[in-house]
């Protein structure tokens, strides 16, 4: 089960955190990643990071802007957002692949959270 949180409103320039814990697996089984679905939009990619390594993957929208991190002692992952636009509010997910790490398609990943809202006002 994944449980995310940390969404709010913020003003464009701002920044939030965003907290995704797991329970019921092994957590470094699994490579974790963040999705984001605005409104009319369909689900995309933000940001991925291996189970082990800590390797990280990003969307051109966000890189140098977000960074993904994980604490395998507290079963979590987070997604520090930082020089948030308007265009970044969106509902975002986090997920669980036990596949590619490299993985950006939805379908690719086996688990999800239920989402947290983040607003951007510009």
């Known amino acids: 089960q994944l449980q995310a949180s940390g969404g709010g409103w913020v003003q464009a320039g701002g920044s939030l955190r965003l907290s995704c814990a797991a329970s019921?697996?092994?957590?470094?089984?699994?490579?974790m990643a963040w999705f984001r679905q605005g409104p009319g939009t369909e689900r995309e990619f933000v940001a991925a990071?291996?189970?082990?390594?800590?390797?990280?993957n990003y969307a051109d929208s966000v890189k140098g802007r977000f960074t993904i991190s994980r604490d395998s002692a507290k079963n979590a992952v987070y997604l520090q957002m930082n020089s948030l636009k308007p265009e970044d509010t969106a509902l975002y997910y986090c997920?669980?692949?036990?596949?590619?790490?490299?993985?950006?398609?939805?379908?690719?990943?086996?688990?999800w959270g239920q989402g947290t809202l983040v607003t951007v006002s510009s």
């Open positions: 990071i291996h189970r082990t390594v800590m390797s990280t």
């Open positions: 019921g697996r092994t957590f470094t089984s699994y490579h």
């Open positions: 997920a669980a692949s036990s596949r590619n790490w490299r993985a950006v398609r939805p379908v690719e990943y086996d688990y």
